[in-house]
């Protein structure tokens, strides 16, 4: 009926650059020091970092991947939305406001406070690197799908052009605006891309007379193959006993991943107070679970009206569900509307990502480890992570490069899996644990960093299978795909273990400071008034 | 700056802490937060758990329709967004109320005496 039109799309992204490009410059007018570049001054109220922080966190992979998943395999799809959503909770009531009290720009500020700083710092570095490169492999491995299909370009030379185009992007909103100018960025992605999902959710209702059974039974009889089964658990994940432990793996790893993620945390410097940082994982708690009610509808509105045959044959397959989607509802505009969200989307959340990892580049290894605190909050740290940043960026154009093709929810998940078994043990420990020391948080970082990327590399989705990274060779030995189940009880158990093995004593001094700091604020960092 | 090495200030200065961790008021205060925090983590965990393992291993009973297409499985999905807000909801009240004006006092009295 309708065709997409490349020029149209890109002149929708068009304009949605340069507006951001200008926010992006003027917010940067006030950056100045390092708490100006890596935290925004702190100065953002909790409903905007809440805006904000589900712009970093509604990613392609919640908005394309999700209402793709549900459209081809109904019921499983909306499981992600679920174990996505309740994963705050954790980052509510155990994380948010004690890690905001007691930090300043990094995950690694809470870990290291009343540890020996150095290696300890190291390790938290390490993680959030590791975290923020599958995390970032995932996002620009997904651009490259979505340019096939939104501008027409299906060579890979053209669709490495795009990637590198992005990444360029990114690099400059993240150099230019830092963190208050990355922030503005996520505050406009966020509202755009709610915005486009609550319009898309009415309309397809509106097409059912609003009756959700109603666009059930449609999705059900536009899929023969699947069927009434499209309707309840088990599509998916419910062949084999196997693949039904894997799908538990990965409802683990989703619902104690998000307080781990590094960008997720760092998130909450950005705000002058604890309160705020609850405000603000109040709004983001709101939004997100009102999004994900959205991609339901959309998932199985794609099924519904596009029908699964022709998503499995458009390029990006799944991932085209909700951009084709638009087209089915409002012609080439809409469609562009949506395709541009999807673009700032990956852009927003990449920017994210690379701020991230800078800041701990910069605040925990060289102002803290190489400098030994001299250069902390000095001009320097600023200059290495913007140099950190460049360095990030043009490495995630070549990875993304790479892994154009594959599969993003598989990237997202490794993430999150690495995210629940190296980061969370720690942070609750050294927030809740009064004897947990130095030992246990090397044991419990590398060790669960180790076990989770050994089990990553050995399993089905590395090798073995058809839809394996490598399809020919089959080096795998664990039989699940996500390796939360075992990871992060091993990460946990080993935190345990490093502490009560060794012979270090918890400094009690410092412990005392970190959990009155970590309770009552005082001596939090404060915002900056410009 | 904590974030750095021990330097002398800070020795001189640790004593502070130790004895606010010490008192009545700090221990009310950590009480408070434990008290909510910890049996809603388990509770909300457990509810997640039970909903994951229904979806996984009993899809029958997820399957059989209550109104029209609405199934179990999907009552049960949505249930999960609603104890969430529910949770979201109530420990705010309970720090606003219980929690913000005790750890204010207590962050009053540290930071007063000259810090």
């Known amino acids: ?530 | 700056m904590s974030t750095v090495e021990h330097t002398p200030s800070e020795s001189a200065d640790a004593q502070k802490w130790v004895d606010v961790q010490a008192s009545d008021d700090f221990a009310q205060l950590k009480h408070r937060l434990r008290k909510f925090v910890f049996p809603v983590s388990g509770l909300f965990l457990a509810w997640y758990l039970l909903y994951v393992l229904l979806a996984d291993y009993a899809h029958g009973f997820m399957a059989t329709k209550v109104v029209g297409n609405i199934n179990v499985g999907l009552i049960f999905g949505l249930l999960q967004f609603v104890s969430t807000f529910v949770i979201t909801t109530l420990y705010v009240r309970h720090a606003n109320k219980n929690l913000d004006p005790l750890a204010e006092k207590l962050r009053g009295e540290i930071e007063g005496d000259g810090k």
């Open chain 1, 1 to 530: 009926m309708n065709e997409s039109s490349p020029i149209l799309n890109i002149s929708i992204f068009g304009v949605f650059v340069l507006i951001t490009l200008f926010v992006v410059i003027r917010a940067s007018r006030n950056t100045k020091t390092a708490a100006d570049y890596l935290a925004a001054g702190r100065a953002f109220t909790g409903p905007q970092n809440g805006i904000a922080i589900a712009g970093d966190y509604l990613s392609a992979a919640s908005f394309l991947g999700i209402a793709g998943a549900i459209a081809l395999n109904g019921y499983d799809g909306f499981l992600y939305s679920i174990g996505f959503l309740v994963a705050w909770l954790v980052a509510l009531l155990l994380v948010a406001e004690l890690l905001r009290n007691t930090g300043k720009y990094t995950m690694g500020d809470v870990l290291s406070f009343r540890m020996r700083q150095r290696p300890v710092r190291a390790a938290a570095a390490t993680s959030t690197m590791a975290v923020s490169f599958f995390y970032l492999l995932a996002q620009m491995a997904g651009a490259g799908g979505l340019v096939a299909l939104l501008l027409g370009i299906t060579g890979t030379g053209g669709q490495a052009l795009v990637i590198a185009v992005v990444g360029a992007l990114m690099i400059a909103y993240v150099l230019i605006g830092g963190m208050k100018g990355t922030t503005w960025v996520q505050i406009i992605k966020a509202v755009l891309l709610i915005a486009g999902a609550a319009i898309m959710t009415v309309w397809v209702l509106g097409k059912y007379g609003f009756n959700l059974s109603g666009l059930l039974g449609a999705a059900v009889d536009n899929a023969p193959k699947a069927g009434e089964k499209l309707l309840g658990p088990g599509l998916q994940y419910g062949k084999t006993g196997t693949s039904k432990l894997d799908f538990l793996s990965l409802a683990l790893a989703l619902v104690l991943g998000t307080a781990g993620l590094p960008h997720i945390l760092m998130r909450f410097y950005t705000v002058p107070t604890a309160k705020e940082a609850r405000r603000s994982v109040v709004w983001a708690i709101w939004l997100i679970g009102i999004f994900y009610l959205f991609t339901l509808v959309l998932g199985y509105g794609a099924g519904a009206l596009v029908g699964p045959d022709a998503i499995n044959k458009a390029p990006g397959k799944a991932n085209s569900a909700a951009p084709l989607l638009a087209l089915e509802l409002g012609g080439p505009i809409l469609l562009g509307l949506i395709a541009a969200v999807a673009f700032a989307t990956i852009l927003a959340v990449v920017a994210g990502l690379t701020i991230t990892a800078s800041a701990s580049f910069a605040h925990d290894i060289y102002a803290n480890i190489i400098k030994k605190g001299a250069e902390e909050d000095k001009d320097s740290e600023v200059k290495v992570a913007r140099i950190t940043a460049i360095v990030i960026g043009l490495v995630s154009i070549g990875g993304g490069i790479i892994a154009n093709g594959q599969n993003i929810a598989f990237l997202v998940a490794l993430a999150f899996a690495v995210a629940a078994s190296a980061n969370l043990p720690t942070i609750l420990y050294s927030l809740f644990w009064k004897r947990f020391n130095t030992s246990g948080a090397l044991w419990s970082i590398y060790g669960g960093l180790a076990v989770t990327i050994t089990l990553i590399v050995l399993s089905p989705a590395v090798s073995g299978t058809p839809t394996s990274m490598f399809k020919t060779v089959d080096f795998h030995l664990f039989p699940l795909s996500n390796p939360g189940i075992v990871s992060i009880p091993v990460a946990f158990l080993l935190g345990y273990l490093g502490t009560i093995l060794s012979k270090e004593k918890a400094d009690p001094l410092k412990q005392a400071e970190m959990e009155v700091r970590s309770l009552t604020g005082a001596g939090a960092e404060k915002a900056i008034a410009h």
